[in-house]
Each structure stands twice: as C-alpha cells, then as structure tokens.
C-alpha cells in the first residue's frame, strides 16, 4: 500500500476486555515501531521490530502489552485485560531500515476504555 | 536520560505572521532532532530534521537550526499560512531508533 495503515481506527472496550490493534507496514519496510500517545501529550514509545525480531520492548507499561511480528510484515499489538489508564491512541510507525531513515507514522488507533 | 521540551500552546497568529515554536533538549550522546506535524485527522508527518550540529533542516518554509551549545531546535517559519494550523511536535532519537517527543504544541492561524 501506499503507507501504513492500522485497524481498527477506534475501538471501545470495556475494562477487563482483550484488545488487538494492527499495523500493516508500508511494503518492504523492515524496521516497525509501537508508540502509545495519551491526550494532549507526544507519543511515548512502546516497541520496536527489525523484521520478525522484537529488538526493544523497553517502553511496553506492564505485562498485559504484548507485540508481535511473525512474519516480518504486519504486526499485531495485544493488551489484555485493559484497564481505563490504558485509553490512548496507539501509533504505529515504519522505516525502511537504518538508523537514519525517516519513520513513517499511521493513522493511529483510538482505543477508549470505559 | 533523554527528553525534549516544547513551549506550551495553543499559539494563535494572524496570517503572514512570523512563527517560533521554542523546543530545546536533554540527550546522551549526538541525537538527531526532528520535527514532526500532525493535521487535523491526519497521522504524524515528517517535516524536517537535522542530524548534526549546526545543521539546518528546512521544508515547506520551515527551518529550524541544531544548536548544541544551547540544546535548541527552534521551528521558524517567516510567514504562516491557515493551511499550517496543526499541532507540532520535536523529538529526538537519541540512538537513531526510537523516537522522544515533546508534549506537542497547537498551532492556530485565523485568516
């Protein structure tokens, strides 16, 4: 595709419920990155993937998050048992590959938490 | 640790005005300094950015210029256009992988 798209765009669920949020990287794309923006703030990031490795998952806020990439292309982000503190956008991100290389963001996906 | 300062919004400007959005910085190392902006219903878009000491990153008539020694990286723009009402993010990648943003600051411009 043209960018990075996720889905779904808004999602409403209620505390205690399992949630999955994905990010389809612009192709060819290597390196895929997770960022969590609360209201008003910047985005704080979450994950990081080279290909199918999950290389940083330093910013990830309690066990309950969890990110895969099986493949090395679409990704998945999967919070369990969602409490209201975890209503944010979840922003998905990708570069083709180095360091220096610019990051693509999505559209992001609203997630709310009541 | 690393982490990056925006002044607070909103900031409101009459067209054709003259922009600074004030962002400085605290890193290890040598980051690269970006700025990102986010249209309304829009994702995050890259506008410029700057990857050593004085170097200057410009696009859409926007510049901002990487100052060390004050740990700066203004956003300037010599005259704002309705079209640039959105809210603007610094950030910085301290090891060139993930990205520190600031909080954010709303830009509005009244015709």
């Known amino acids: 595709g043209a960018g990075v798209s996720q889905s779904p765009r808004y999602k409403v669920a209620k505390r205690g419920q399992d949630v999955a949020l994905r990010c389809d990287p612009i192709?060819?794309?290597?390196?895929l990155f997770w960022y969590q923006q609360a209201l008003g703030q910047g985005p704080e990031f979450l994950t990081y993937?080279?290909?199918?490795?999950?290389?940083?998952k330093s910013g990830l806020p309690s066990d309950r998050f969890f990110a895969e990439r099986p493949e090395g292309s679409v990704s998945t982000l999967k919070i369990q048992r969602t409490q209201q503190e975890d209503s944010a956008v979840y922003l998905c991100?990708?570069?083709?590959?180095?360091?220096?290389?610019?990051?693509?963001f999505g559209p992001g996906t609203r997630l709310l938490v009541l | 640790g690393n982490s990056v300062t925006q002044m607070e919004g909103p900031v409101t400007l009459s067209e054709e005005a003259f922009l600074t959005i004030n962002c400085t910085y605290t890193?290890?190392?040598?980051?690269?300094l970006f700025w990102y902006v986010q249209y309304p219903g829009e994702g995050l878009q890259l506008l410029l950015k700057?990857?050593?000491?004085?170097d200057k990153g410009s696009n859409k008539g926007f510049e901002a210029t990487y100052r060390k020694e004050t740990t700066s990286f203004h956003l300037e723009k010599g005259s704002v256009q309705v079209s640039d009402s959105a809210v603007y993010f610094c950030?910085?990648?301290?090891?060139?992988?993930?990205?520190?943003f600031g909080a954010g600051t709303i830009l509005r411009v009244k015709s």
């Open positions: 991100a990708t570069r083709v590959r180095g360091a220096g290389e610019t990051q693509y």
């Open positions: 950030a910085l990648t301290p090891y060139g992988n993930k990205l520190v």
């Open positions: 890193a290890t190392g040598y980051p690269s």
């Open positions: 192709s060819g794309h290597v390196s």
């Open positions: 700057a990857t050593k000491a004085d």
């Open positions: 993937f080279q290909n199918e490795a999950q290389l940083d």
